[in-house]
């Protein structure tokens, strides 16, 4: 079964201050990609990184960066000096290839930021 | 402007009534995706299409339709509506392997 779990609810921060967004997956597919999001309160869903399976490459754009660990089914997400337009939910997500284009996205539960001025 | 586009956004209706929402995926793209946003279930997968035909099913209730018209053109409908059924309706489309563009959104209000 695929199951993406994120298990801080709700965070807060104040600005500045480092953050990292904790993501586990579960899957039994040897390839599969894993997704962040961002909902800012207007409600729209932003794609911010996508990683395959076979790339454990961490990632850095700007104050984001990615950390991908397949040994311990992990992707967490840090906002380095965090400011209050990073308050959002974030959603981890999860795709897995099948054979045929029958496929979809899981997404985890996830996590409202709230960076306090 | 994220290419897909979703009409309308917001909708408000009673119960008992039927709605149609439609998307119109990023071009190029041939998948649209329907997904519910509701506060207590988060972003539950509804129904992919793929090139105008149904590729996978998710938790899609059987009062819920949706198909995919030649123009790639998607249209969900959703009828019978309850007062659960007010949700966020994000249409998302995408390419195997890629992440998914997602619409804005259409807000459904059923009172």
């Known amino acids: 079964a695929q199951k993406v779990t994120q298990a801080q609810t709700e965070i807060s921060v104040v600005e500045k201050e480092d953050v990292t967004l904790d993501c586990v997956y579960e899957?039994?597919?040897?390839?599969?990609?894993l997704f962040w999001y961002k909902q800012p309160p207007s409600g729209e869903l932003v794609f911010l990184i996508r990683?395959?399976?076979?790339?454990?490459q961490n990632e850095i754009s700007g104050r984001y960066s990615w950390n991908f660990q397949k040994s311990t089914s992990s992707f967490n997400f840090t906002i380095t000096a965090s400011q209050v337009v990073d308050s959002a939910v974030y959603f981890c997500?999860?795709?897995?290839?099948?054979?045929?284009?029958?496929?979809?996205?899981?997404f985890g539960p996830g996590t409202s930021l709230s960076v306090i001025p | 402007d994220s290419g897909v586009t979703q009409t309308p956004k917001h909708l408000i209706t009673a119960t008992g009534q039927r709605v149609t929402l439609r998307c119109s995926p990023r071009?190029?793209?041939?998948?649209v995706y329907w997904y519910q946003q509701s506060l207590d279930q988060g972003l539950q997968f509804l129904i992919q299409?793929?090139?105008?035909?149904?590729?996978a099913k998710g938790n899609i209730l059987e009062r819920f339709s949706a198909q995919q018209f030649p123009d790639l053109h998607s249209e969900l409908n959703l009828s019978s509506l309850e007062l659960g059924d007010s949700a966020l309706y994000f249409c998302?489309?995408?390419?195997?392997?890629?992440?998914?563009?997602f619409g804005s959104g259409t807000r459904l209000t059923v009172v």
């Open positions: 998302a489309s995408g390419g195997r392997g890629y992440g998914y563009t």
């Open positions: 899957t039994r597919d040897t390839t599969y990609y």
């Open positions: 990683r395959n399976s076979f790339d454990e």
């Open positions: 997500a999860l795709r897995t290839l099948g054979k045929t284009s029958y496929d979809k996205v899981i």
């Open positions: 071009s190029g793209d041939l998948s």
């Open positions: 299409y793929y090139n105008g035909e149904e590729r």
